[in-house]
């Protein structure tokens, strides 16, 4: 037993060594962190491979670990996640000028400064792993509500822009338009905020995958600048927040924000967050949120309409209500200022990079898809409308 002990301690000893030697180079921290990152691997793998696996993970893990990080952000009356990437050139700029002047003093600590930076890279990681990647491989949502998804033709588009003008005509008496043509929102951002999260509220009784949470929505501070790279909205994972462009006109707004909090509650797939911010919005009792989700489906509809049938396109225009028709003229003559720009043909790169990589073989294509869902949620009423009288061309 004697003989036993020293190499106990020597052994003791060693890993002891070990251990500073790790400590040496990172934080306990950040091996904590990459440590959590290893674990996220398999699920990241077995929600892509597993459908029903990913909706029980999206429902249940994924909607936690979102709720849990819009909470401490939700106090927060700007958006949090807009200041992060404002600083962060600053940051990279800081974090490369802190590296060069330790590898030139010889600071061991160094090391620690670049493994903490991959720390946060994980972190990220973590959060898209655990928190969010399992949204885009979950039952898609034609299922899910039992529609029959599939090509659709020019006289399939005609009947559902019908459709859904009559809807808007209903609201059209309660919404107040102004000069130039545009609709003008009668209350705040915070108010139509919680008139959203009230409609969600009503849309989550009656579909069971859309969980319910309260949250803000968030206005861009630098909305205008914003506008030039055509990002009317962006779900920031890390800071859990759901940002709108205030700039686009009125109208836009309340679908914008919930398409936002769609993803925000887990709908990843960009044709089926414009579709749930559609079905939500329709369950709200307020004319204008209302009209906005009818005026901003039909216009998906009718642009794919005027590719698909351009004799039915122009049929359409016969019988609008020359109010939304004015206020589509409002808005491209708004857009016309931000239409050529450099700075959308980067960002629509990257989105459509980033798109493709997760899943959505479109790309930005895919936020156009959702007329294939509008289509198949009104089919069953198609017999409702007349087709018109289309003179052949002499």
Known sequence: MTDQKPAAIEISEE??????????????????????????VPVHIISYRSAAFADFWNLTVCAAVRCIIAQPT???????????????????????????????????????????????????????????????????????LGLDRQNVSGEELYKTACLLRENENKYLNRVVFGGSGASVMPYSIKAMNDKLIDAYEKAS????????????????????????????????????????????????????????????????????????????????????????????????????????????????????????????????????????SKAAEVTDSVNDSYLKASGQPQGTKSYGLVVDLAVAYYRDSFDMVEMPEIKPAE
Not at 22 to 39: E, H, K, N, R, S
Request: hydrophobic share 45%; charged share 20%; with cysteine.
């Open 74 to 144: 939700n106090l927060l009356p700007f958006s949090l996640g807009e200041i992060v990437i404002l600083l962060l050139p600053f940051g990279i700029i800081a974090f490369l000028t802190a590296v060069i002047v330790m590898s030139i003093k010889g600071s061991k600590k160094v090391w620690k400064l670049i493994t903490s930076v991959f720390a946060v890279a994980a972190y990220v990681y973590i959060l898209l792993s655990i928190g969010y990647i399992a949204g885009y491989n979950t039952t898609t949502v034609d299922k899910k």
């Open 205 to 340: 009784e009656k579909y069971d995958f859309i969980p319910t949470f309260y949250s803000r929505v968030k206005p861009i501070l630098l909305s205008e600048p914003m506008t030039y790279t055509h990002l009317s909205g962006v779900y920031t994972l890390y800071t859990g927040e759901a940002n709108i462009n205030t700039n686009f006109p009125d109208y836009t707004l309340p679908f914008t924000a919930c398409h936002e909090l769609s993803h925000q509650r887990g709908i990843n797939r960009e044709d089926e967050a414009n579709f749930l911010a559609f079905i939500v919005s329709i369950e709200s009792d307020d004319p204008y949120i209302l009209y906005s989700a009818y005026q901003n489906m039909l216009e998906y509809v009718l642009s794919a309409l005027y590719s698909a049938d351009k004799d039915l396109y122009t049929a359409f225009f016969r019988e609008m209500d020359p109010r939304p028709y004015y206020e589509m003229v409002a808005y491209n003559r708004f857009f016309d200022k931000y239409r050529e």
């Open 15 to 40: 890993k002891t060594k070990k251990r500073s030697r790790i400590f040496d180079y990172m934080t306990p921290a950040a091996l904590v962190v990459f440590i959590i990152a290893l674990l996220g």
